[in-house]
């Protein structure tokens, strides 16, 4: 049955994915008592738990609000250091480079969504619940909140004659929190009017576009931000002083830029909408598939880019060196395939082997210098020259196997240029990235690198080849024995002193490439996983029909083993995403590290704690709770257990 | 097959060829910190300062904490301030004529000997302790002391303890302290030597340390003086007060910049640029007055601002080295007020007021 479906989706399973991507969950609505009755207070067990958890949850929820909304909170402290959460040392004057990178991921990631604009919709029920859910919840939140207390026209606190704080009545509380009751009121207001007007049974299962409630949120939040009295709060670097004045809506360096995203966002999306339609769709299609591919390297290259980098350095000698390892390197891949090279194609592949690794070691004694590089394009030629005999013969495998090696040479070339150049934008201190513009950095690459990487190793170590099932078993149960800070310590402290004299390794491409070997070694197991869900009738079926090992693996195997295998994928890209805290191990300063003693350690600000890590656990949760809900989404969209 | 090898050995020769010409490129075009640790190491085998190789790489590597409170403090833009900082500054000034040219590091306290013997940093502006052992066996050497701490307690003036409370009134008290550092041993044995017997309990950093203290946890918090100052200024709640004490410290803590043994000349060049502050201090010299002063201060002034007479050139610094470090960063007064003021920590009075004014601030004379 499965088999069907791999090659061409027979309707009714089309129609099974599409009902139930469009009706979740149709349960019938009770009345509310009666509803009560059933889920809540079935039992006197159940009704003891329901009374427990109630208590649990109103205590919690009051804690919390009077955590953020006690007299004793410095939030200046959060809202002054913004920047330093988001970027640290990033030179503000370079800023414009990471809006650039921004605006580029929100193009094309408008463009996408436009192109597959398969987003379904939304039921009106569901918004209109959710609406109502919001203002319920402000509502309660704004009741249950401790009356505040009353400060004098000091700005202190005013104590009653035995010492304790003096607090307003709760009356003048709720009088004093209009502006929460509106808010509250709205939201409710609008729920009900959706739910009375759309919910009802005429309109029943009526539905909005996702894409245009994402577009009107998020135009909500940016126009919030030209409009709402945020406030504005900044450092001045010039003066060193604190400018805190609320009642302003904020900097005008922070409303443009985001206004500017939002515009791309839709823009792209609408460009994206008419692309699709056109004849050129699938082509788009794949061109915006590669750009995301780039997108990374793009970064790089206009965050990171060393601003006083040496051109005439690039064009004398990396581009020359890089294209000449391409073409001659392609020319020696391609005599080598010809049909009847023989064994001497053997012979010269294992003197490039012995060539590279000669000099590898004498890296180490210094006696015959040259640039990184070359010793890593001749490692990497001497591998592609080992598995040229299995490209041998037809024209068009021995265009794979060098248009490959073209491809394999740009990445290395451009990443050995682009990451490896010490950065010297003018910074005050060594932490050129920091804040969480290092940990989503270090997280994005760690995960698009570790990705490939990792299903390579699973591949090896289910592989009947003993030698790559050993290789591949032993790097990651060595790799999955250590913990992650002591790979971390190893890459960034021991390795330099392993390096040879007149070669260097800069401190994040150092982290880059430790933590992405780790984390390789755990999504290789995840994948492994996937791939012994697969029956031998797939692989039987597969050489049946005769298609060759490369294609069993791409084209059968590989496809259900990942599907299979997405929600411990996601749970590795979750738990690489919130690991990137250990860095502030190794000294760089991920924004944990930021709110934890950066700004603590300001004697405007001297320990200030809480409020920032209050902050730092909301946005891990945002990112994360994201992330876990988009997986949630595609393991629907797949059907993944509910086979 | 030949043709094949006569490719590869020209791909060989050409890639050799061009790695060649570009690794001595490397070397000179990159400034980063582990090139520069190289080019030191070298340097050092053939005798040569640490001066030349700062002059010839156009920063200084300069450790700090980085967390410590008005010493060496992370700003909202990333860039670092405080008294630690400043005196980074100095140095700077005076080697390279440019207060700015810091690359700052920042360092914990268990990697910053190790970085100085590695070459990550030329020099430590770390809130580092001269002691015997330090200055023999870790193989640092100290420069003057910039200043004067002191380990002291901290408690509430509700539970009876005033300014002239002694260690030997503690006992049966709770004292906190921060985990792993040398205030741990200090107060023990105070408390052992006064005879009285205390509970000590110790948290990860500070920062929990003072929040036990002010929910009630902790009845006495001791580390050294000047942080104690700050945490009073910045956290007391209003309707207490709370009480430092005892006068004279349980422990001396000269704090001041630290650099790798037997480096003569690198030596003599810190610490120059300290004293040149202290000693402009003493003459009232600042960073206001210093151009007038070039032409009507006293011969000592003159000569040190790199007049007639002047002694910088011969020890390997330009000739206004301590002109641009009174102009750009300030004199040792300058330097205090305007990072330690701010946190309640005041001169007068304490042992790090001029030697004229009853303190231990002193440098030799210029000449």
Same mark, same amino acid.
């Given at each position: ?17 599409? %009902? ?7 349960i019938?609505s009770l009345p509310v008592g009666q509803w009560l009755r059933q889920n809540l207070f079935s039992s006197?067990?159940n009704s003891?738990l329901t009374?427990?958890g109630g ?63 398969? !987003? ?33 026209? %000091? ?24 502006? !929460? ?14 739910? +009375? ?120 000698? %990396? ?11 392609? @020319? ?41 590089? @070359? ?29 490959? !090696? ?183 300063? %991920? ?41 949630? +989404? ?10 | ?18 790695? /060649? ?8 075009? /990159? ?12 340097? =050092? =085998? ?40 400043? $005196? ?20 914990? =306290?268990?990697?910053?000997?190790? =970085? ?18 330090? &200055? ?10 910039? $200043? ?20 030997? &009134? ?97 030596? &003599? ?5 300290? $004293? ?10 600042? /960073? ?80």
């Amino acid at each position: 049955m499965q088999d069907a479906n791999q090659g061409s989706v027979d309707p009714e399973f089309q129609q099974g994915i599409e %009902d139930r991507e469009s009706s979740p969950h149709e349960i019938p609505s009770l009345p509310v008592g009666q509803w009560l009755r059933q889920n809540l207070f079935s039992s006197w067990v159940n009704s003891v738990l329901t009374l427990f958890g109630g208590f649990l949850a109103f205590f919690a929820l009051r804690g919390v609000l009077n955590f953020v909304f006690s007299e004793n909170r410095q939030w200046d402290a959060v809202r002054t250091n913004l920047r330093a959460l988001m970027t640290l040392s990033y030179p503000e004057s370079q800023y414009i480079r990471v809006w650039v990178s921004l605006g580029f991921v929100a193009g094309l990631a408008g463009l996408s969504a436009g192109l597959w604009a398969n !987003w379904g919709g939304v039921s009106v029920k569901r918004v209109s619940t959710w609406l109502m859910g919001t203002g319920g919840l402000l509502a309660v939140c704004v009741i249950v909140r401790e009356p505040s207390v009353i400060l004098g026209s %000091d700005g202190k606190v005013v104590r009653t004659l035995e010492g304790s704080l003096q607090r307003e009545s709760f009356l003048d509380a709720m009088v004093n929190r209009s502006s !929460w009751w509106i808010a509250a009121v709205v939201l409710l207001v609008a729920g009900i009017v959706l739910w +009375r007007r759309f919910a009802s049974a005429t309109h029943r299962g009526s539905e909005l576009p996702v894409t245009s409630v994402v577009f009107l949120g998020l135009g909500l939040a940016v126009l919030s931000l030209w409009i709402a009295p945020y406030g504005h709060y900044a450092f001045i670097s010039e003066t060193k002083s604190y400018v805190a004045e609320s009642g302003r809506t904020v900097a005008f360096s922070t409303k443009l830029p985001w206004t500017v995203m939002l515009a791309l966002l839709c823009s792209f999306f609408g460009l994206g909408r008419l692309l699709q339609r056109s004849e050129y769709g699938g082509l788009i299609k794949g061109a915006s598939n590669l750009l995301w591919l780039v997108s990374p390297l793009t970064l790089f290259w206009v965050v990171l880019r060393d601003p006083a980098l040496d051109y005439g350095h690039v064009i004398s000698t %990396d581009l020359p060196m890089g294209l000449a390892f391409g073409a001659l390197g392609g @020319a020696v891949l391609w005599s080598l395939t010809r049909t009847g090279v023989g064994e001497a194609g053997r012979l010269v592949a294992t003197m490039l082997l012995g060539f590279a690794i000669f000099n590898w070691v004498a890296a180490f004694f210094g006696w015959y210098p040259m640039l990184q590089k @070359a010793r890593i394009s001749f490692l990497l030629l001497a591998f592609a020259a080992l598995l040229a005999p299995n490209f041998m013969g037809e024209i068009a495998k021995r265009r794979q196997l060098v248009l490959g !090696w073209l491809g394999v040479t740009a990445l290395v070339h451009y990443l050995a240029t682009m990451i490896n150049t010490p950065s010297t934008v003018e910074v005050q201190s060594s932490e050129f990235l920091g804040g969480l513009g290092l940990t989503l950095f270090v997280a994005l690459i760690v995960v698009l690198l570790s990705f490939p990487l990792g299903v390579l190793l699973a591949l090896g170590r289910t592989s009947k080849f003993p030698i790559f099932r050993m290789l591949s078993t032993s790097y990651i149960e060595v790799i999955r024995g250590v913990p992650l800070i002591s790979v971390l310590i190893f890459f960034s402290v021991m390795v330099p002193l392993f390096l040879p004299d007149g070669m260097e390794l800069a401190e994040l491409a150092a982290v880059l490439t430790g933590y992405t070997l780790f984390s390789a070694a755990y999504l290789a197991e995840n994948v492994r996983g996937g791939l012994q869900s697969i029956t031998k009738g797939q692989y039987e079926a597969a050489d049946a029909i005769g298609l060759t090992a490369a294609q069993r693996t791409s084209f059968i195997v590989l496809p259900q083993a990942l599907t299979v295998s997405i929600p411990q994928l996601v749970g590795q890209v979750i738990s690489t995403f919130k690991e990137t805290s250990l860095l502030a191990i190794i000294g760089l300063f %991920d924004f944990l590290r930021v709110a934890n003693s950066v700004i603590p350690a300001q004697s405007e600000f001297l320990g200030v704690k809480r409020e920032g890590i209050l902050l730092v656990a909301i946005i891990y949760f945002f990112f994360n709770f994201t992330i876990s809900k988009y997986s949630q +989404r595609l393991e629907r969209r797949v059907g993944l257990g509910e086979r | 097959m030949w043709r094949l090898l006569a490719t590869l050995f020209a791909l060989a020769l050409a890639a050799s060829a061009c790695g /060649s010409s570009d690794s001595s490129d490397d070397s000179s075009a /990159s400034g980063s910190s582990s090139d520069a640790e190289e080019t030191e190491v070298t340097l =050092a =085998a053939n005798g040569e300062s640490l001066l030349d190789t700062v002059k010839s790489r156009g920063t200084l590597n300069c450790g700090v904490s980085g967390s410590a409170v008005a010493f060496s403090e992370l700003q909202a833009d990333g860039s670092m301030a405080g008294f630690d900082a400043d $005196y980074c500054r100095v140095v700077a000034a005076a080697i390279l004529g440019d207060a700015n040219k810091v690359n700052f590091v920042s360092l914990t =306290a268990a990697e910053r000997f190790t =970085a100085v013997q590695t070459g990550d940093v030329d020099l430590l502006m770390r809130n580092t302790t001269w002691t015997q052992s330090r &200055d023999s066996e870790v193989g640092m050497d100290f420069g003057p002391t910039t $200043y004067y701490d002191g380990q002291q307690l901290m408690g509430r003036e509700s539970d009876g303890f005033s300014g002239s409370s002694q260690v030997s &009134d503690v006992g049966g008290s709770v004292i906190c302290t921060s985990a792993g550092t040398t205030t741990e041993k200090n107060i023990a044995d105070a408390a052992a030597e006064a005879g009285v017997s205390i509970e000590l309990q110790t948290f990860e950093d500070f920062d929990t340390v003072t929040n036990n203290f002010i929910s009630g946890a902790c009845d006495i918090i001791t580390t050294d003086g000047s942080a104690l100052v700050g945490r009073k200024a910045k956290q007391q709640p209003d309707g207490e007060n709370w009480v430092i004490f005892p006068a004279t410290p349980i422990s001396k803590e000269p704090l001041g910049p630290t650099y790798g043994q037997n480096d003569s000349a690198f030596a &003599d060049a810190v610490n120059w640029a300290v $004293y040149a502050t202290i000693i402009a201090d003493e003459k009232g010299l600042d /960073s206001s007055n210093v151009d007038m002063m070039l032409s009507s201060g006293d011969t000592e002034t003159i000569r040190l601002l790199g007049g007639e007479g002047e002694l910088q050139s011969g020890m390997g610094l330009p000739a206004d080295a301590f002109y641009q470090v009174i102009s750009q960063v300030g004199n040792y007064d300058e330097i205090y007020s305007r990072n330690l003021n701010p946190v309640g920590l005041s001169r007068e009075g304490s042992a790090n007021a001029a030697w004229t004014a009853g303190g231990l601030v002193y440098a030799p004379p210029a000449r």
